[in-house]
């Protein structure tokens, strides 16, 4: 849709556009933060019942966890509208 509206010549519809998705996903990405972070114990036992695995697991969780706080960086640096400031 933004990269419509540059071709279009709408810049100022494209900004637009761009605010709303940038909520959008920022909303989305906390969503799934918040999501993976409660039911973290829950997802891990849905497929072992090994203490150890289970343990290790809840580990790679945090990393998951650290990864989906850097999309939202990510999405607050997308280029297009970026370079058209």
Do not use: H
């Given at each position: 849709?933004?990269?419509?509206?540059?071709?279009?010549?709408?810049?100022?519809?494209?900004?637009?556009?761009?605010?709303?998705?940038?909520?959008?996903?920022?909303?989305?990405?906390?969503?799934?933060?918040?999501?993976?972070?409660?039911?973290?114990?829950?997802?891990?036992?849905?497929?072992?019942?090994?203490?150890?695995?289970?343990k290790?697991?809840?580990?790679?969780?945090?990393?998951?966890?650290?990864?989906?706080?850097?999309?939202?960086?990510?999405?607050?640096?997308?280029?297009?509208?970026?370079?058209?400031?």
């Open positions: 849709m933004v990269g419509q509206e540059i071709g279009a010549n709408n810049v100022t519809k494209a900004k637009k556009i761009y605010s709303i998705l940038f909520v959008l996903f920022i909303i989305g990405d906390v969503l799934d933060w918040v999501l993976l972070f409660i039911f973290r114990f829950s997802i891990v036992r849905a497929f072992t019942n090994s203490e150890p695995v289970a290790m697991t809840n580990y790679v969780i945090w990393i998951c966890l650290l990864t989906l706080l850097e999309s939202v960086f990510k999405n607050s640096l997308m280029g297009v509208i970026k370079a058209l400031e």
